[in-house]
């Protein structure tokens, strides 16, 4: 079946461009995470959502950044003013929730490379 | 907060021949799930192994082992026979129960010489 899906792949915007970033999650699964990988460095969480319900949003690092998942499904990742430090590749990972709280792993899409000029 | 530390920024290894990465982290947490994450240069990152802290057993994945060791809070990941596709950015990563966030270490780059 089909796995997480990103788009666009790539990104270049100019400083001061608001973006926006869609997450197609593997269908049927509950939780959807966004993560933000810097150059050379490992992910780091930024926002969780269970359906359509934001969960966790701690990791957002300003209110520049917006996250969205309105029907449970597709979530789109909006960054407002790009600023050159929002430069990296944003990944997003999708898994399903199961009854009896057995460990689900998440499955990681291929990411969205921005670039901020 | 948990952290997770990786301290090879980069690793090489022959052909055929056994690498291991080391991982240590930091948690208050008595229950949680430990991942080793591979990264190709493509950059899809895919699920390698995975180890739930209640089960004493290290877990297996064909030439993927690991070495969890809960006292020392260190998980360190055995790949036995190199293959050149294993060369890719490896990440140990942590998460608290089961929906929760993973938190990543900074990785390390493996390259599998020829």
């Known amino acids: 079946g089909a796995g997480v899906s990103q788009s666009p792949r790539y990104k270049v915007a100019k400083r001061g461009q608001d973006v926006a970033l869609r997450c197609d999650p593997i269908s049927g699964h509950v939780s959807l995470f966004w993560y933000q990988q810097a150059l050379g460095q490992g992910p780091e969480f930024l926002t969780y959502?269970?359906?359509?319900?934001?969960?966790?949003k701690s990791g957002l690092p300003s209110d520049r950044f917006f996250a969205e998942r309105p029907e449970g499904s597709v979530s789109t990742l909006k960054i407002q003013r790009t600023q050159q430090e929002d430069s990296a590749v944003y990944l997003c990972?999708?898994?399903?929730?199961?009854?009896?709280?057995?460990?689900?792993?998440?499955?990681f899409g291929p990411g969205t490379r921005l670039l901020v000029l | 907060a948990q952290t997770v530390t990786q301290s090879q920024p980069e690793m090489s290894v022959q052909e055929a021949e056994t690498v291991t990465l080391s991982c240590t982290y930091d948690t208050s947490e008595n229950n949680y799930y430990l991942f080793w994450y591979k990264q190709p240069p493509s950059r899809q990152m895919i699920l390698v192994i995975r180890q739930e802290a209640y089960k004493q057993q290290n877990a297996t994945e064909n030439r993927f082992s690991v070495n969890f060791q809960k006292a020392a809070k260190s998980f360190s990941l055995k790949i036995s026979d190199s293959q050149l596709g294993d060369t890719a950015m490896y990440f140990c990563?942590?998460?608290?129960?089961?929906?929760?966030?993973?938190?990543f270490g900074p990785g390390t780059s493996l390259s599998v010489i020829p």
């Open positions: 990563a942590f998460m608290k129960t089961s929906y929760d966030k993973v938190i």
């Open positions: 990972a999708s898994s399903p929730i199961r009854a009896g709280g057995s460990l689900e792993t998440q499955y």
């Open positions: 959502f269970q359906n359509e319900a934001q969960l966790d």
